[in-house]
């Protein structure tokens, strides 16, 4: 991004598959493994993991942008958030039917699961359930 607003931040957000959000925004909110964390333009320097839940990109006072994440990497900076997704879907794309379905076959996997698979459905278990909360938060209006 060339000839960035020293007023917004430089955001990007990918997966191992594709580039998923490219812009300048005024505010990013990432679901940090130790909690929701704001990145304005001025942050300092931070490097944090991912828990699953919604990345909210703020444009103009209002939410512009919601994109669940499954996990993963975020890096702050004075001028740049950049996060790094295992796996990421715009919210507005999420079925409730299909998360809800993912949600009772992690439930079912982890009830089932010994020592050796226990820590995977345990994260399936984690990813589903905040997939599920993410489309409770969801309308279907833009924001």
């Not at 580039?19 to 304005?40: H, K, N, Q, R």
């Not at 919601?66 to 996060?83: D, K, L, N, S, Y």
């Amino acid at each position: 991004m060339a000839d960035s607003n020293p007023n917004k931040v430089a955001f990007d957000l990918a997966t191992p598959a594709r580039l998923m959000a490219s812009e300048e925004a005024d505010m990013i909110v990432v679901p940090g493994a130790d909690g929701d964390f704001g990145v304005l333009p001025g942050h300092t320097p931070l490097i944090s993991r991912l828990r699953p839940g919604i990345v909210d990109v703020h444009n103009g006072g209002k939410v512009t942008e919601r994109i669940f994440v499954e996990g993963g990497f975020a890096e702050a900076t004075a001028e740049r958030c950049t996060v790094l997704a295992d796996a990421a879907v715009p919210v507005s794309e999420i079925s409730a039917d299909d998360a809800s379905a993912r949600l009772a076959k992690a439930k079912e996997a982890h009830a089932a699961a010994d020592e050796l698979t226990r820590f995977e459905a345990e994260v399936e278990l984690r990813v589903s359930e905040a997939l599920v909360a993410a489309t409770f938060g969801h309308s279907t209006e833009k924001h």
